[in-house]
Antibody, heavy 121, light 110 residues
Framework: EVQLVESGGGLVQPGRSLTLSCAAS????????MHWVRQAPGKGLEWVSG????????DYADSVKGRFTISRDNAKNSLYLQMNNLRPEDTALYYC??????????????WGQGTQVTVSS | QSALTQPRSVSGSPGQSVTISCTGT?????????VSWYQQHPGRAPKLMIY???KRPSGVPDRFSGSKSGNTASLTISGLQAEDEADYYC??????????FGGGTKLTVV
């Protein structure tokens, strides 16, 4: 059974940093691209970032480009999101999602339960 | 990276069919056959219902189908059931390893 468990969320002041982690199990992690998707309270889904199976391709939503960095450690079956210079509008539930393919596609076939990030002074 | 356009809400009666549209541009929906649809019940993580425009993951009922014409993708749910009531989101590849979601559509089964 595929399991994705996010961690690292919390309450942080504007301008500060936070790193999210996603521990994956139940599938061959290094064969699949991975994504971070967020959902602000009462709002829709927003794709944040994606990374290919071998980290050779990665990109970001314009809203986070230059502030967030996605990475993965295939030896540890883990996905990360380093978030710098956080803003109140980054407040959301952050989901980790497994791609159906090894490269970035919109096919996220398994999702974690999310970790809450709240940016507030 | 502008969000794809979906109707805010649709409704149907049990047994009927409903179609949710998702309009993008020639840089996303119109340029790639990589459109997915997600179902999200309140307080739950999204669930993949359709990928690559019209493919269904295993376990998804064949009542759910997807299609695309030009810059608009569509999700059709036939034989509506009460448990289909949820929010639905489309998502498209938008080039250079980026994705874009639609704003979401609330489906009410009346």
């Amino acid at each position: 059974e595929v399991q994705l468990v996010e961690s690292g969320g919390g309450l942080v002041q504007p301008g500060r940093s936070l790193t999210l982690s996603c521990a994956a199990s139940g599938f061959t992690f290094d064969e699949h691209a991975m994504h971070w998707v967020r959902q602000a309270p009462g709002k829709g889904l927003e794709w944040v970032s994606g990374i290919s199976w071998n980290s050779g391709a990665r990109d970001y939503a314009d809203s986070v480009k230059g502030r967030f960095t996605i990475s993965r450690d295939n030896a540890k079956n883990s996905l990360y999101l380093q978030m710098n210079n956080l803003r109140p509008e980054d407040t959301a539930l952050y989901y980790c999602a497994k791609d159906i393919e090894g490269t970035v596609t919109p096919g996220g076939d398994s999702w974690g339960q999310g970790t809450q990030v709240t940016v507030s002074s | 990276q502008s969000a794809l356009t979906q109707p805010r809400s649709v409704s149907g009666s049990p047994g009927q069919s409903v179609t949710i549209s998702c309009t993008g541009t020639s840089s996303d929906v119109g340029d790639y056959n990589f459109v997915s649809w997600y179902q999200q019940h309140p307080g739950r993580a999204p669930k993949l219902m359709i990928y690559d425009v019209s493919k269904r993951p295993s376990g998804v009922p064949d009542r759910f189908s997807g299609s695309k014409s030009g810059n608009t993708a569509s999700l059709t749910i036939s034989g509506l059931q009460a448990e289909d009531e949820a929010d639905y989101y489309c998502c498209s590849y938008a080039g250079t390893y980026t994705l874009v979601f639609g704003g979401g559509t609330k489906l009410t089964v009346v």
